[in-house]
T-cell receptor
Framework: QQPVQSPQAVILREGEDAVINCSSSKALYSVHWYRQKHGEAPVFLMILLKGGEQKGHEKISASFNEKKQQSSLYLTASQLSYSGTYFCGTELVGTGANNLFFGTGTRLTVIP | DADVTQTPRNRITKTGKRIMLECSQTKGHDRMYWYRQDPGLGLRLIYY???????NKGEISDGYSVSRQAQAKFSLSLESAIPNQTALYFCATSDNGIPGYTFGSGTRLTVV
């Protein structure tokens, strides 16, 4: 039930773009995205619900393809502050609960 | 003060000892969760509670127990700690109808 994230790690120079993918073998009701900086708690970025909507948060946006049970997180014109580990959390259809199954994370490093 | 407070922040304990990790929140959220984080495995759900009288097992509940003493307090116990329970433990809260989890700062537990 744990979603699969890719890539596991990525290194960017400031100003470059990145895409992080999250896919599930189960039908999804929603996908959450979190960022965790080293030694800190994960912080909620955004939620994508069934319907294929795309959301944005500053220069970070995401999409949800419910047919493929996939979500992608887009980071554009990356900044040093974007460094951290990004996790997707998936809520499954039909569970009747909002428990999240988290992916193993994507470590993003932005260098000057 | 933090919205979700975990104590202790760090703990070293011996194999076979009983240990309790505590979580308290000022968010007023009904739902509380315990996750453990291991390198390369992401966050895995141990237990969750939707209100004081509701306790549910997560993916990896064996060896753990919980107590929801009040809406704001959710404790995790390791009855007889073993080395493979060495991990970073996070408490999280959420509110029905409001997206996103709020995580505590984590408890780093080492079992020797």
């Amino acid at each position: 039930q744990q979603p699969v994230q890719s890539p596991q790690a990525v290194i960017l120079r400031e100003g470059e773009d990145a895409v992080i993918n999250c896919s599930s073998s189960k039908a999804l009701y929603s996908v959450h995205w979190y960022r965790q900086k080293h030694g800190e708690a994960p912080v909620f970025l955004m939620i994508l619900l069934k319907g294929g909507e795309q959301k944005g948060h500053e220069k970070i946006s995401a999409s949800f393809n419910e047919k493929k049970q996939q979500s992608s997180l887009y980071l554009t014109a990356s900044q040093l502050s974007y460094s951290g580990t990004y996790f997707c959390g998936t809520e499954l259809v039909g569970t009747g609960a909002n428990n999240l199954f988290f992916g193993t994370g994507t470590r993003l490093t932005v260098i000057p | 003060d933090a919205d979700v407070t975990q104590t202790p922040r760090n703990r070293i304990t011996k194999t076979g000892k009983r240990i309790m990790l505590e979580c308290s929140q000022t968010k007023g959220h009904d739902r509380m969760y315990w996750y453990r984080q291991d390198p390369g495995l992401g966050l895995r759900l141990i237990y969750y509670s939707f209100d004081v009288k509701d306790i549910n097992k997560g993916e990896i509940s064996d060896g753990y127990s919980v107590s929801r003493q009040a809406q704001a307090k959710f404790s995790l116990s390791l009855e007889s700690a073993i080395p493979n329970q060495t991990a970073l433990y996070f408490c999280a809260t959420s509110d029905n109808g409001i997206p996103g989890y709020t995580f505590g700062s984590g408890t780093r537990l080492t079992v020797v």
